[in-house]
Nanobody, 115 residues
Framework: QVQLVESGGGLVQAGGSLRLSCAAS????????IAWYRQAPGNQREWVAS???????YYAESVKGRFTLSRDVPKNTMWLQMNSLKPNDTAVYYC?????????WGQGTQVTVSS
């Protein structure tokens, strides 16, 4: 049973930083690509960043240069370091794993950036 648990969200002023965590169980980060998505009120869920099983990282243009993915494979945990946060980064952030046609999601963690 795949389970993803996010943490680390909160309220921060514009220009500040937060570090989100995603703890995975039922899937090994050494074998799977894990992604972060976010959803702001009234908006569709959008892809933010991904890290592949081999450790390659990819970022949406809107966060490139500000957000950084990292992981600890033995701990089966990944992190999303978010710097220079902007008010339009405000959203619920979700960890995601896709296994064939099945999408697994965490419960999400709220990030609020005040101006």
């Amino acid at each position: 049973q795949v389970q993803l648990v996010e943490s680390g969200g909160g309220l921060v002023q514009a220009g500040g930083s937060l570090r989100l965590s995603c703890a995975a169980s039922g899937v090994s980060l050494s074998l799977a690509a894990i992604a972060w998505y976010r959803q702001a009120p009234g908006n569709q869920r959008e892809w933010v960043a991904s890290i592949t099983s081999s450790g390659l990282t990819y970022y949406a243009e809107s966060v490139k240069g500000r957000f950084t993915l990292s992981r600890d494979v033995p701990k089966n945990t990944m992190w999303l370091q978010m710097n220079s946060l902007k008010p339009n980064d405000t959203a619920v952030y979700y960890c995601n794993y896709k296994q064939r046609a099945t999408m697994y999601w965490g419960q999400g963690t709220q990030v609020t950036v005040s101006s």
